[in-house]
């Protein structure tokens, strides 16, 4: 008997857009169907992962979670990719969707193409790409073509002929979508988010639909059975680096325009003064993201910080484990140049 198509949906979004609150919002309401989570993630940490396996809904457990930590999706399809959608598929047990939530970091277009391998396109299909937008961000201008830095980043590399590489990979997870979330809508007046809505519509040439939220707050039934089949129309939605590569131009995709390293200090006594603190250090090293646990003596739970430029959320997620070591623990992810030796010494100095 021919087996029904089982229905994927790509999640991506810059660093800090979104994802991973969209989803565990999705898991907590997905009105009975049974999801499989791959969860790429740029860093060494699996916060993400953490995160979501802690969120103890029902539609996923803990086995339907499948990290993939071996780099960026869009660089590791054939090797990681697909022998995980494969074991996925020959699970006895299939779930109903699967969604996949790419790095902030990955390039959508591979990973779709991917869907096309003999491997996987007889038993799945792309339900849609969704694209999370920190609505905030670009209202900060945070996508727009910054050309002083970009000349910077030149001069100390020649081969550098991308525009901005926050401004470029924004456009392509933008020209991958079917569906384009709009969060952090709280963080900005009506005004902004109507300038954040043309901003992203001048983009990109295809239209998909734009939808606001806050806090990833979007029912199951508009995010999953989009029913699009994306992975017919990839060739639609080229990236720059497919273009560039059409020109003739030879560059591999690798992310090396980007860097990310753990932090490790000890325990942290006074967690509102380093968090404070902390907003300095990233403000001072211009640091993208910032993720990862922190010790805080006398509490038998791990405090989770969360920074998206120098918004910083922060809250006490689990109980340590038995056995687990204590420490904290967070992952830095900036642009290449980024001084990782002063960002080291800012960081164990906040701490203390
Ligand atoms: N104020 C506000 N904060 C939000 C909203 N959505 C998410 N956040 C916060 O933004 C931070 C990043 O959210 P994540 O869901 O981890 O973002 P992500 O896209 O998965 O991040 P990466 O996986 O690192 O790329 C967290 O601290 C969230 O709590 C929102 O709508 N409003």
């Not at 003999?118 to 790409?129: A, F, L």
């Not at 073509?145 to 392509?172: I, Y």
């Not at 129309?233 to 990310?260: T, Y």
């Amino acid at each position: 008997m021919l087996q029904q198509k089982i229905p994927a949906t790509v999640i991506t979004g810059f660093l800090g857009a979104g994802k991973t609150t969209m989803i565990r919002n999705l898991l907590q309401n997905a009105n009975g169907k049974r999801i499989a989570l791959i969860i790429n993630e740029f860093g060494d940490l699996g916060v993400d992962g953490d995160v979501l396996k802690g969120c103890g809904a029902e539609a996923c457990s803990e086995d339907d979670i499948i990290e993939l930590t071996n780099g960026c999706i869009c660089c590791t399809v054939a090797d990681d990719f697909i022998p995980t959608m494969s074991k996925l598929l020959e699970r006895e047990n299939r779930p109903d969707h699967i969604v996949i939530e790419t790095s902030g970091l990955a390039l959508p277009q591979p990973l779709v193409a991917a869907f096309n391998w003999p491997e996987i396109k007889t038993q799945v299909t792309v339900d849609g790409v969704i694209t999370v937008v920190d609505s905030a961000a670009v209202a900060a201008g945070r996508f727009a073509d910054d050309h002083d830095r970009v000349d910077a980043l030149r001069v100390e590399d020649d081969n550098l002929d991308h525009e901005s590489p926050l401004e470029e990979l924004f456009e392509d997870q933008l020209t991958a979508a079917d569906l384009i979330v709009l969060n952090k809508t709280d963080l900005i007046d009506a005004a902004g988010l109507k300038a954040v809505r043309e901003e992203v519509a001048s983009r990109i040439t295809r239209k998909p639909a734009m939808i606001e939220a806050r806090n990833g707050e979007v029912a199951a039934a508009v995010l999953l059975g989009l029913g699009i089949g994306s992975e017919d129309d990839i060739a639609n939605r080229k990236s720059h680096h497919d273009l560039e590569h059409e020109n003739g131009e030879e560059h591999d995709h690798d992310h090396d325009e980007f860097e990310s390293f753990v932090v490790e200090v000890g325990a942290v006594a006074d967690p509102a003064g380093f968090v404070e603190r902390l907003k300095g250090v990233i403000a001072a090293h211009d640091i993208l993201r910032l993720k990862g646990f922190a010790d805080v003596p006398g509490k038998s739970m791990r405090l989770l910080i969360q920074a998206v430029g120098s918004r910083i959320d922060q809250y006490f997620e689990r109980a340590w484990k038995p056995g687990e070591a204590r420490g904290t623990r967070l992952v830095v992810i900036g642009l290449h140049d980024i001084d990782e030796p002063a960002i080291r010494a800012a960081i164990a100095a906040a701490a203390n």
